[in-house]
Structure formats: C-alpha cells, structure tokens
C-alpha cells in the first residue's frame, strides 16, 4: 500500500444542514470562505450545500488525513484529503466537549466496510460484538476516534457505507444534561460501556445527524 495510508484520521465531516440548531445549543460557528465551519475538540464540521447520502444523516462524506491522492471513497463514504490538518482549536461552549467518543457508520455488510477502512485508512478492526436482532458492531481506531461500523438487518448487504452519527465526551453529563433540558436531550443511561452512561439529543432539534453524549473514559 502507498504511504499515503499510514496515519489517516478523520480531520472533517460534511453536514448539510443548517447552523442555527448547532449554534441555538452554545457551539461557536465560523465562516471558513464559501461554507461555514465549526470544531468540537478534534473534529471538524463543515456545513455544506449538497445532497446528503442517508435519509437518516445530513453527512454528506469525510475528510480525512493523508496524501491528496487518496480514493474518493471508503466504500461509499464520499471522501477528501488533506495532507496537513493540525487538530483544531475548539472555541469554549456551554455543553464542554473535550474529545470525540465514537463516529458511527452504517452499513448493510460489516466485513466489507471494515476491509474498506483497513485498507484505506490502515485502522484494522479490533473487535466484532454481536448486539442482538441481527446487528453486527465492529470497531476500528482511527487516530484518537473510534469508528463504530453497524450493520443492520433491516438495510440491504449491497447498500453502501454512510456516516450515521457522532458521540461526544462532555466534562459533567448531569449538569450538561439539566442545561440543555428535557426538550433537547434524553435523560441518561447506562452505556455499553461499563460504568459509563450516555444521552441522546432529541432529532427534534434538528441537527442533521443523531448525537449523543457520554461520560469520559475510566481510567
């Protein structure tokens, strides 16, 4: 494989979708030339006008770090380059994100997404779990995020991959929770992950993608 492949992580998603929703819940949005950008802790968002790939997600592809002669796609994840991107410096917000948990891409074939993002962005998968009803998880490492891949019974094995969602790490869920109120986030439960818990952003709010937000890491 060629170098290009050897430290790719994602640097940028493409959301078409408005900014209000975004910035109604303290995210600070900026104009970036043509598009309106904006970073939470290592990730870029980049709000665009085209058409998204899901019905389910406003993303529209990713950019990732690399060679700028890099496919232009990850198994059907529109996908750029860029061959420098320091990790942005996110403005302070009100909701205290300090790292991205997880992106979750769906899929109708596991397998070969996952042979897709091993090969393109040399982040092997690490694990498969089983969560029941037909639905396969995998998980790949890309730089500091984790790439949640799912497969669903109810999407046909020849649909192409799509960014679905994102999980943010907030300092204090409960207090970021009572903020944001019950019309904008569910109440929290335990994760998957032992000892953690999680909440959801209502689709209400209309933020193009489901968001969720999660406790820090054990240590």
Not at 37 to 60: G, I, Q
Not at 147 to 164: G, K, M, Q
Request: aromatic letters at 4%.
């Amino acid at each position: 494989m060629s170098d290009h492949l050897e430290s790719s992580r994602v640097a940028e998603l493409r959301l078409a979708s408005s900014v209000d929703p975004w910035t109604r819940l303290g995210f600070v949005v900026r104009d970036s030339g043509a598009t309106s950008l904006m970073s939470v802790a290592s990730l870029d968002f980049r709000f665009v006008d085209e058409a998204p790939s899901s019905p389910e997600s406003a993303v529209t592809g990713w950019c990732l770090v690399g060679s700028s002669s890099g496919p232009d796609s990850v198994d059907g994840i529109a996908t750029t380059w860029t061959e420098s991107s320091p990790l942005p410096s996110p403005p302070p917000h009100r909701i205290h994100v300090v790292s991205i948990d997880h992106i979750v891409i769906m899929t109708g074939s596991l397998d070969r997404t996952s042979d897709a993002i091993e090969g393109v962005l040399r982040a092997p998968r690490k694990r498969v779990r089983d969560a029941g009803g037909g639905v396969r998880q995998g998980f790949h490492r890309a730089g500091d995020i984790i790439l949640e891949v799912v497969e669903r019974p109810d999407i046909a094995v020849d649909t192409p991959a799509s960014v679905w969602g994102v999980v943010f790490v907030v300092e204090d869920l409960d207090a970021t929770v009572a903020w944001l109120g019950p019309d904008v986030v569910s109440t929290p439960r335990d994760a998957v992950q032992s000892g953690r818990r999680i909440a959801s952003i209502r689709r209400e709010v209309g933020l193009g993608l489901p968001v969720a937000l999660m406790t820090p890491h054990l240590r």
